[in-house]
Each structure stands twice: as structure tokens, then as C-alpha cells.
């Protein structure tokens, strides 16, 4: 079975870099593809992405060493399997606030006996390789994201549920959930010892953590922090920050 790079890098120490797609297009996810990324996730969450169009996107991806993940839109064991038979080699799971949402998602992502996923891993074989089956298990990184005050007085079980990959914290919404305002690249002193603690259970129960980050300066911070996965902004964001300092640029010079 073709290698997860995310789990080379982590028996290395090394950290992940992930970025993130929104943009419901195979030919934008190709584009990411190509720019480097260890990683590319495609959001079923927030992003504007079905599954066919998901599906087509990490085809796009494939043509690239870059490692295909998924976020899903909620703990639904039907969209774990079908996502993974399509090739994603990962799947971030959104709210898991307790021991037993973490382990659903192990159950809805390992084969028997780890689980209880279903088999027909109809384009995974042809992306991961024949042996596919019987690797699985051991390739498919799952992340359960840590993103509300319940998880985080829970982050301690959570982080130990058999395998399970890694935690992922999602910044906006924990300093919602900690009556915070949702910001990215936090400094607020409610939120940033909330991060550091997921990192630091993370690291103690011997497993990665990952946040979502705006932007480079803080995703190395996060990374000499402890980190070991960031994803940074997004397809649409840099669409969008490009898009509007270009056309800034040409009104700044075509008015001097
Ligand atoms: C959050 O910040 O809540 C996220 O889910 C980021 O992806
Ligand atoms: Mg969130």
C-alpha cells in the first residue's frame, strides 16, 4: 500500500503541512496539489464541497505526492466510509467533545476487528494499491478535533482512545465555546493556554496535534510549540488576499 507521508513525518518528529481546500473544484485542488503542501484538506465542514465533487478532487490531488485528507461535516459513519473507499488517506472529524465520540470514530474508520468499517474500497485500492485492506488500518491517520469547552475537559480521554491518530484544534470555535471571540493566530489569554494544554496532552499521550492557522509566522510558533500538523489558510483565502492586492496595486500606480 502506498506509504501515508504524514505518519513518515511523524515517526521522524517532523511536522505536517497541510493546506485547505473550500473551493469546490478539481482544478483548483490540482493547482494547491502542486505548490508543495505535504497535505491537502478537502473541507466537507465549511467548504462549499459534495462528496462527487470531494471525490474529484482527490483525483486531482493524486497526480501529486501529496497526501489527500478529508474533513468531514459531522461524526456520520456512512460519509467516513464512503470518503475513505474514495481515497482520502484521513479524516479530520469536527466536534468530538467526549471518550465515546472518539472512539465512534475509530469504530466508522479502521476495519475489523480495530472497527466496524465496511468493505468496498472501490478507488482507495486503486490509489493505495492492491494490499490496500490489509494496510488500512495502519495508514489512515484519524484526527479528532478538539473545539468546544467540553472537549477540552475531556481532552485527556479523548487523546488516549486507541487508534486514534492525532487531535486537531479548531480555534474558532473553542474561544466561541469558551465565550471568547473566534479569531485565528490567538493571543488571547483565555484561548492560547486552552491550545497549549490540547498540544501538551497531545504530546503526553504520544499522539500528533494540529491547528488551523492564518498564516506561517504563527504556524511555526505552533509547531515549536509541540505541534506537529498545521493547515494554513485556505484556497479561497488566498484567492481572495491576491486577487485584492493586485487590483490595490494597479489603483496605487495607475493614480500616482
Ligand atoms: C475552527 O476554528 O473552529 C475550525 O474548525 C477551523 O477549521
Ligand atoms: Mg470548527
Given amino acids: 500500500m502506498r506509504k501515508n507521508r504524514l505518519k513518515t513525518l511523524w515517526r521522524e518528529g517532523r511536522p505536517a503541512l497541510s493546506g485547505w481546500l473550500s473551493i469546490p473544484a478539481p482544478f483548483s485542488a ?10 491537502l484538506t478537502v473541507d466537507l465542514q465549511h467548504g462549499l464541497i459534495d462528496y462527487q465533487t470531494a471525490v474529484g478532487m482527490m483525483t486531482a490531488i493524486s497526480t501529486t505526492e501529496t497526501v489527500p485528507l478529508v474533513r468531514i461535516p459531522w461524526l456520520e459513519f456512512g460519509l467516513i466510509m464512503k470518503l475513505l473507499d474514495a481515497g482520502a488517506y484521513g479524516i479530520i472529524c469536527p466536534m468530538v467533545n467526549t471518550r465515546e465520540d472518539a472512539e465512534n470514530l475509530v469504530h ?3 476495519y475489523p476487528p ?4 465496511s468493505f468496498g474500497p472501490v478507488r482507495a485500492a486503486i490509489y493505495g494499491g492492491p494490499d490496500y485492506v490489509e494496510n488500512a488500518n495502519d495508514e489512515i491517520v484519524l484526527m479528532a478535533m478538539i473545539e468546544t469547552e467540553e472537549a477540552l475537559d475531556n481532552v485527556k480521554e479523548i487523546a488516549a482512545v486507541p487508534g486514534l491518530d492525532g487531535l486537531f484544534i479548531g480555534p474558532n470555535d473553542l474561544a466561541k465555546s469558551l465565550g471568547r471571540a473566534p479569531r485565528l493566530d490567538t493571543d488571547d489569554p483565555v484561548v492560547a493556554p ?3 494544554h490540547i498540544i501538551e496532552t497531545a504530546r503526553a499521550a504520544d499522539i500528533a496535534c494540529g491547528i488551523f492557522t492564518g498564516a506561517p509566522d504563527y504556524a511555526a510558533q505552533i509547531v515549536r510549540q509541540g505541534a506537529r500538523f498545521v493547515a494554513i489558510s485556505s484556497d479561497a483565502r488566498f484567492l481572495a488576499a491576491s486577487a485584492a492586492d493586485t487590483v490595490a496595486r494597479f489603483r496605487e500606480a495607475s493614480d500616482a
Avoid: C, L, S
Fill in 30 to 39: 490540482e493547482i494547491m496539489a502542486h505548490q508543495g503542501w505535504d497535505a
Fill in 108 to 110: 466508522a474508520g479502521r
Fill in 194 to 196: 486552552a491550545i497549549a
Fill in 114 to 117: 480495530a472497527g466496524t468499517r
